[in-house]
DNA sequence: GGCCTGGCATAACAGCGTTATCTAAAACAT
DNA sequence: ATGTTTTAGATAACGCTGTTATGCCAGGCC
């Protein structure tokens, strides 16, 4: 006896409305009313598809990391691998750059509608980290980091790179010192912070940043989420 | 003709009671009513004293960053400028570790009741880098450090510690790679990455970690700010 | 001592997330 | 095809939020 279904169209809009609110209006905008007025029903659509707002958010969040993910695996490797990891950091600021919002809700920056993350949101989120750790592998059988531990050179590059990104979101860094002067000093620096010589750093990074528009911007947004009629 | 003068204490009391709060059981419970209750006072007070909740916000956000510069002033420079700067990336992580909400919000982490950094707050938190950016020129003129851009250093070292402590408080760094072991790593990553070998690198980093606690961890967390009675 | 200004209490307003209630539509059984 | 069952989703209310209009009255000046 099975009873009536959710109009899955529904939940596909509530979660493209939502997200659009978020990039292009901020977290104030997320609002249900607002929501459910755009999506012309009523507010009880977002308590039966997910249990109310912070449902969500977390399936917003969830997006944001498929996103993350999908500029990651666009990464292709080559025989330079720290080229390859310094393309990963670029990629991360490149994504949230593209969607800052969302970069603020996913790692703990915004608290929404008190939204929190759980453990298993932070899970996921450190998950995406394990291509970056392979890639840390590489580096280290090359030769070309000092450190053994992979995993730790990538929470040491995801570490600084994410603080670089919030300060640069919040608008903390202007010149002389903008973000990119930063970013381009900070990248360099990290690769000689874990071993590399200065004159290999230096290559690595010009040559990751000449791959960054082809691999990695010129990427598709959005992997065409699985839902059918994704338009409203 | 000077009308009536509004109460000094009431304008304390309403900060030192809403700081509590925020430290106590964080952003959420930062409601004007909540305040005006705890001060036995009405929510208008908010408005004639700080002209609403961001005002107020902003108050505890100043109040934020002379901590932090507290923190700072209490690093005494000595011959070894690498472990003074380290010393200055220790005391910014007990800052934030020990005012984890207000760090959230001056930071631009927590976006609180619509409140949002203004252009001015933002200078004032990065004039609190001057300190660090003069300690970064005594590294440069000792010869530890190859680059010869100590505002560029102190945005590198800032942004990565930044991110490291944004992310312990996210509770995103867990075991093996929690935020003690990446921290340290971090901290002789970063004087390596700008130039100091590993070796006095290390040596510094270790150095500093001793004075942590007798110059940082054990000053007043609160330098007594100049209003009188500032008890209940 | 009276005046006048502005701090603060009261109460209302518009918004929020959430929930109780109810109708009606969808899916299965017959 | 009809009946039964179950829940999606509309409506409206509840308690909360920041904010504001109103009014009282305590205080500093003439």
């Given at each position: 006896m099975s009873p009536r279904r959710s109009n899955p169209q529904t939940r596909s809009a509530l979660v493209d409305i939502a997200a659009g609110l978020l990039a292009g209006?901020?977290?104030?905008?997320?609002?249900a009313r607002r929501i459910a007025a755009e999506a012309g029903s009523s507010t009880m659509a977002v308590y039966t598809n997910f249990g109310g707002m912070s449902g969500l958010v977390r399936e917003m969040v969830y997006e944001g990391f498929a996103r993350l993910e999908g500029y990651f695996s666009h990464v292709a490797p080559t025989a330079d691998p720290v080229a390859d990891i310094v393309l990963f950091g670029r990629a991360y600021r490149h994504n949230a750059v593209t969607n800052p919002h969302l970069y603020a809700v996913m790692f703990g920056g915004a608290s929404l509608a008190g939204f929190s993350l759980t453990a298993e949101d932070r899970q996921y989120g450190r998950y995406t980290l394990s291509t970056v750790v392979e890639c840390a592998t590489r580096c280290i059988a090359a030769g070309?980091?000092?450190?053994?531990d992979a995993e730790l050179v990538a929470h040491q590059l995801w570490t600084a790179i994410h603080g670089l990104v919030t300060l640069e979101l919040g608008e903390y860094l202007i010149d002389p010192c903008n973000a990119d002067v930063v970013f381009e000093a900070q990248l360099t620096g990290l690769m000689v912070g874990v071993g590399d010589t200065v004159e290999a750093a230096t290559r690595s990074v010009a040559e990751s940043r000449r791959r960054l528009k082809t691999e990695v911007e010129d990427m598709l947004p959005d992997p065409v989420t699985d839902g059918p009629a994704r338009g409203v």
């Amino acid at each position: 006896m099975s009873p009536r279904r959710s109009n899955p169209q529904t939940r596909s809009a509530l979660v493209d409305i939502a997200a659009g609110l978020l990039a292009g209006e901020g977290p104030q905008a997320l609002s249900a009313r607002r929501i459910a007025a755009e999506a012309g029903s009523s507010t009880m659509a977002v308590y039966t598809n997910f249990g109310g707002m912070s449902g969500l958010v977390r399936e917003m969040v969830y997006e944001g990391f498929a996103r993350l993910e999908g500029y990651f695996s666009h990464v292709a490797p080559t025989a330079d691998p720290v080229a390859d990891i310094v393309l990963f950091g670029r990629a991360y600021r490149h994504n949230a750059v593209t969607n800052p919002h969302l970069y603020a809700v996913m790692f703990g920056g915004a608290s929404l509608a008190g939204f929190s993350l759980t453990a298993e949101d932070r899970q996921y989120g450190r998950y995406t980290l394990s291509t970056v750790v392979e890639c840390a592998t590489r580096c280290i059988a090359a030769g070309r980091f000092r450190t053994g531990d992979a995993e730790l050179v990538a929470h040491q590059l995801w570490t600084a790179i994410h603080g670089l990104v919030t300060l640069e979101l919040g608008e903390y860094l202007i010149d002389p010192c903008n973000a990119d002067v930063v970013f381009e000093a900070q990248l360099t620096g990290l690769m000689v912070g874990v071993g590399d010589t200065v004159e290999a750093a230096t290559r690595s990074v010009a040559e990751s940043r000449r791959r960054l528009k082809t691999e990695v911007e010129d990427m598709l947004p959005d992997p065409v989420t699985d839902g059918p009629a994704r338009g409203v």
